[in-house]
T-cell receptor, first 115, second 114 residues
Framework: GDSVTQMEGPVTLSEEAFLTINCTYT??????LFWYVQYPGEGLQLLLK?????DKGSNKGFEATYRKETTSFHLEKGSVQVSDSAVYFC??????????????FGAGTRLAVHP | GAGVSQTPSNKVTEKGKYVELRCDPI?????LYWYRQSLGQGPEFLIY????????DSGLPNDRFFAVRPEGSVSTLKIQRTERGDSAVYLC????????????FGPGTRLTVL
């Protein structure tokens, strides 16, 4: 079945460092891809998405490019801040699921940014 | 405006008891989802409602789990004969419609079965 694999955490970085969180997926159809973020004490929030190959999603300085050839959707940010400390989840929704977003999530990667 | 709310925020129960978890979606959202998040894992899909009907309940783990949405708004997830393995955070999300729109998640209910 469909699945998402993301790098294990925690990832610990200094402020202004470059961030990459790897995400790869397996899907039988043509999935849409998402990154969700969970800040401490808050609910899951959509960070960015991409719906087809070569699309780039971006938000709040974060970017991810849908790479069909490598089945990847790696999250990047050029300069992280302490406020970016959170758990990041990669997810997919396979379009054959019937016109709605049945999300399949990775296990999550905890990011800790220190001053 | 108000987001998705879930009650209670925490529920502690004993093995074998019955529990109900409530979800209040964003007003006007017709699509509603339930997910379960075990410790250290990502959320896992349980069930999807479009309006009042459960369009996809393929993620419910067994027949002890049941969910309803009688008026197409509030939803209740019901777990009978709880087991320790049911301990998790239960998340609810709503969306303006079923067609690939963003899901807005609630804060979750943390269920602990002793």
């Amino acid at each position: 079945g469909d699945s998402v694999t993301q790098m294990e955490g925690p990832v610990t970085l200094s402020e202004e460092a470059f961030l990459t969180i790897n995400c790869t997926y397996t899907a039988t159809g043509y999935p849409s891809l998402f990154w969700y973020v969970q800040y401490p004490g808050e609910g899951l929030q959509l960070l960015l998405k991409a719906t087809k190959a070569d699309d780039k999603g971006s938000n709040k300085g974060f970017e991810a490019t849908y790479r069909k050839e490598t089945t990847s959707f790696h999250l990047e940010k050029g300069s992280v801040q302490v406020s970016d400390s959170a758990v990041y989840f990669c997810a997919l929704s396979d379009r054959i699921s019937g016109g709605y977003n049945k999300l399949i999530f990775g296990a999550g990667t905890r990011l800790a940014v220190h001053p | 405006g108000a987001g998705v709310s879930q009650t209670p925020s925490n529920k502690v129960t004993e093995k074998g008891k019955y529990v109900e978890l409530r979800c209040d979606p964003i007003s006007g959202h017709t699509a509603l989802y339930w997910y379960r998040q075990s410790l250290g894992q990502g959320p896992e899909f349980l069930i999807y409602f479009q309006g009042t009907g459960a369009a996809d309940d393929s993620g419910l783990p067994n027949d002890r789990f049941f969910a309803v949405r009688p008026e197409g708004s509030v939803s209740t997830l019901k777990i009978q004969r709880t087991e320790r393995g049911d301990s998790a955070v239960y998340l609810c999300a709503s969306s303006p419609s079923g067609a690939y729109n963003e899901q807005f998640f609630g804060p979750g209910t943390r269920l602990t079965v002793l």
